[in-house]
């Protein structure tokens, strides 16, 4: 307008380049929000599942309040599973969308400012091979953190087996997991270095108890009285919930040197088949102590022999005689 180069210098420094730089900045938050929105409405479907009718129809399945009651504390339990997982996918959906779409924002608006990106893209790769060759058991713990997220390989308040370490987990990051034992020793563990694990609160549990017995008991007996004291535990209210489906007696699992055992399974909601088998046990001790049932322990038979040559010799013979008769 004022025909003056410098002026139209300034003004492109001034007016020109901060609007555009502006424009690109309100392009990629305008971008990072539909990319956002678009998340949410996918982690909402995947929070609803399709478990809810399901679980309807196996209610209509199951007789009794009691089978309800336990069929919708399972599902309850999977469907947080299921929210919990889809939330925490898509906080790290947006955060890799974040990262990705500001860093084009930054390097579109310095090359706005008259700069050559070029290098600095060049150099970006370069450095970030450097890193990755430097620093190989990061990269890996990344990796392996990902994919345990995206697998639900276990979460939060779940009790798992890392091999060193076992324990309640109580945090997950990408990097590593942290986990509480039941000493209360807090491991942390790099994702990198878990090469597997063994997770005791996904869907469900099972208690297993082998209960023993004496060889002069009545197995029928046994088992008649193991099979009543489970079902007590089934129908017992402070239990719905816990014990989600009827109780099973599999029969004689060992024939042992002090005596036969018996084996108990009960399915349980995950993490509470340590509660139920200390209650289960409980109860059993008392039904056992009721019924007369034996249960047995090793014992030993311990002779003294005496000093008197003669008092040996008479309780022998006192020993033959026994014998003989």
Same mark, same amino acid.
Request: proline share 2%.
């Given at each position: 307008?004022?025909?003056?180069?410098?002026?139209?210098?300034?003004?492109?420094?001034?007016?020109?380049?901060?609007?555009?730089?502006?424009?690109?900045?309100?392009?990629?938050?305008?971008?990072?929000?539909?990319?956002? =929105?678009? &998340?949410?409405?996918?982690?909402?479907?995947?929070?609803?599942?399709?478990?809810? $009718?399901?679980? /309807?129809?196996?209610?209509? #399945?199951?007789?009794?309040?009691?089978?309800?009651?336990?069929?919708?504390? !399972?599902?309850?339990?999977?469907?947080? =599973?299921?929210?919990?997982?889809?939330?925490?996918?898509? /906080?790290?959906?947006?955060?890799?969308?974040?990262?990705?779409?500001?860093?084009?924002?930054?390097?579109?608006?310095?090359?706005?400012?008259?700069?050559?990106?070029?290098?600095?893209?060049?150099?970006? #790769?370069?450095?970030?091979?450097?890193?990755?060759?430097?620093?190989?058991? +990061?990269? /890996?713990?990344? +990796?392996? #953190?990902?994919?345990? &997220?995206?697998?639900?390989?276990?979460?939060?308040?779940?009790? &798992?087996?890392?091999?060193?370490?076992? $324990?309640?987990?109580?945090?997950?990051?990408?990097?590593?997991?942290? +986990?509480?034992? &039941?000493?209360?020793?807090?491991?942390?563990? =790099?994702?990198?270095?878990?090469?597997?694990? #063994?997770?005791?609160?996904?869907?469900?549990?099972?208690?297993?108890?082998?209960?023993?017995?004496?060889?002069?008991?009545?197995?029928?007996?046994?088992?008649?009285?193991?099979?009543?004291?489970?079902?007590?535990?089934?129908?017992?209210?402070?239990?719905?919930?816990?014990?989600?489906?009827?109780?099973?007696?599999?029969?004689? !699992?060992? +024939?042992?040197?002090?005596?036969?055992?018996?084996?108990?399974?009960?399915?349980?909601?995950?993490?509470? !088949?340590?509660?139920?088998?200390?209650?289960?046990?409980?109860?059993?001790?008392?039904?056992?102590?009721?019924?007369?049932?034996?249960?047995?322990?090793?014992?030993?038979?311990?002779?003294?022999?005496?000093?008197?040559?003669?008092?040996?010799?008479?309780?022998?013979?006192?020993? =033959?005689?026994?014998?003989? /008769?």
């Amino acid at each position: 307008m004022t025909a003056n180069e410098t002026l139209a210098d300034l003004a492109e420094w001034v007016i020109g380049k901060p609007l555009a730089i502006l424009g690109l900045v309100l392009i990629g938050l305008f971008t990072r929000w539909v990319l956002h =929105r678009v &998340i949410d409405r996918t982690v909402r479907r995947a929070e609803e599942g399709v478990i809810p $009718g399901k679980a /309807s129809r196996l209610s209509l #399945g199951h007789s009794g309040s009691g089978s309800k009651l336990k069929v919708g504390a !399972q599902t309850n339990a999977n469907a947080n =599973r299921r929210v919990q997982r889809a939330r925490t996918m898509g /906080s790290l959906l947006k955060s890799i969308t974040t990262g990705v779409v500001m860093t084009i924002v930054v390097i579109m608006s310095i090359d706005k400012l008259g700069y050559n990106v070029a290098p600095l893209i060049a150099s970006a #790769g370069i450095l970030g091979l450097a890193l990755g060759f430097g620093a190989q058991s +990061l990269v /890996s713990d990344f +990796l392996s #953190g990902i994919f345990m &997220i995206v697998e639900d390989q276990y979460g939060v308040g779940d009790e &798992i087996d890392l091999g060193e370490a076992i $324990g309640t987990v109580e945090a997950v990051s990408l990097r590593v997991t942290r +986990l509480r034992d &039941i000493n209360g020793t807090v491991w942390y563990v =790099r994702n990198g270095e878990i090469m597997r694990v #063994g997770n005791m609160s996904q869907n469900w549990a099972r208690t297993v108890l082998d209960i023993s017995v004496g060889y002069a008991e009545d197995l029928v007996k046994v088992r008649r009285v193991l099979e009543d004291v489970a079902h007590d535990l089934w129908e017992d209210e402070d239990f719905h919930g816990k014990v989600i489906e009827e109780p099973s007696v599999w029969g004689v !699992q060992d +024939l042992g040197a002090d005596g036969v055992s018996v084996r108990v399974a009960l399915k349980t909601a995950p993490g509470l !088949q340590w509660g139920v088998a200390r209650e289960m046990r409980q109860r059993i001790k008392a039904r056992f102590d009721f019924e007369g049932i034996e249960i047995p322990f090793p014992q030993r038979v311990v002779w003294h022999r005496g000093s008197d040559a003669g008092a040996d010799e008479a309780a022998e013979e006192a020993a =033959r005689e026994t014998t003989t /008769s």
